[in-house]
């Protein structure tokens, strides 16, 4: 039986105002109850105190290092998760309300943030945080996903240059937003093998798209609709053999219907799977990458 592989990652560890130590600690029991092997961003530096992940309150180094000894993959989530500090996030992006002012800025400033985001300034941004998230964790650091999924090219070379196993920085799936906007009636996008392709010349390395985040502050009212689109996209990440990458925010999963959306999630994945014949592998993405990796 063919195996087909679904990534479950996490976004926004550390980040002040998005991840409470509590419900990082409930998210890892959560997943290691499904037996769901994670992936998880981490910021590096807290960007109002500047102060690196290790000295803000509770003991993150201590629960990572414990989560990764139980087969849970680590990965960097730029440096202190400022919108521009490698790249410009995508209109999907800068169009949500709460971005109105980012959107301006980097209209504005477009020329003077492409000579901002040269190689040279996101190697040392990108050597800068994994070497704080190395020295305190004691494990490398192979993975990356931007902030906001923030992208130029500067930045895709710097990650090849520095010797990342794998990307996460784009997205397949941008109805997600939509659906963040109330635009139910938006129909999902096609996903297709091309299209990846496509995305996966900007990296040299193993670029692993996300699909998007589908439980982001989930209402009753959007489950039925968000499921519908996660299906969708499972479905046709399986038809192209693309590994099916998704995504949850710390606090956010645990402020609407995200862990029971989980939940029906993973059994779908795995009932589906095996209706068509694959073997569908919850894997960290540092395995994923090893194994689609020629």
Request: hydrophobic residues 40%; glycine residues 6%; aromatic residues 10%.
């Amino acid at each position: 039986m063919k195996k087909f592989f679904f990534g479950m990652s996490v976004d926004d560890v550390t980040l002040a105002h998005w991840c409470k130590v509590e419900n990082f600690r409930k998210l890892i029991d959560f997943l290691d109850l499904e037996k769901i092997p994670a992936t998880f961003f981490v910021v590096p530096v807290d960007e109002e105190s500047g102060k690196p992940f290790n000295q803000l309150p509770g003991d993150y180094a201590g629960i990572i290092r414990a989560a990764h000894e139980h087969g849970h993959a680590f990965a960097q989530h730029g440096l202190s998760h400022n919108r521009f500090e490698l790249g410009i996030p995508p209109d999907m992006i800068l169009d949500l309300p709460h971005e109105t002012e980012n959107k301006r800025f980097a209209r504005e400033n477009a020329d003077a943030l492409a000579r901002e985001h040269s190689t040279e300034n996101c190697r040392a941004r990108l050597r800068q945080g994994r070497g704080i998230l190395e020295n305190t964790l004691s494990f490398p650091i192979l993975g990356f996903r931007a902030p906001a999924l923030q992208e130029s090219p500067g930045m895709f070379q710097a990650l090849a240059e520095e010797g990342y196993r794998f990307d996460s920085s784009v997205c397949l799936q941008e109805t997600g937003w939509d659906y963040i906007l109330d635009r139910m009636e938006v129909p999902p996008r096609e996903i297709t093998r091309e299209r990846c392709q496509q995305l996966g010349s900007k990296f040299q390395g193993c670029l692993l798209p996300l699909t998007c985040d589908y439980t982001w502050y989930l209402t009753p009212e959007k489950y039925a609709a968000a499921m519908r689109l996660a299906q969708h996209d499972f479905r046709q990440c399986l038809a192209a053999d693309i590994p099916f990458i998704t995504a949850c925010h710390v606090d956010p999963v645990f402020q609407g219907e995200g862990i029971r959306f989980l939940h029906e999630l993973f059994e779908f994945a795995r009932t589906e799977g095996a209706r068509l014949g694959r073997e569908v592998c919850f894997e960290n993405m540092e395995t994923i990458a090893e194994q689609i990796t020629p």
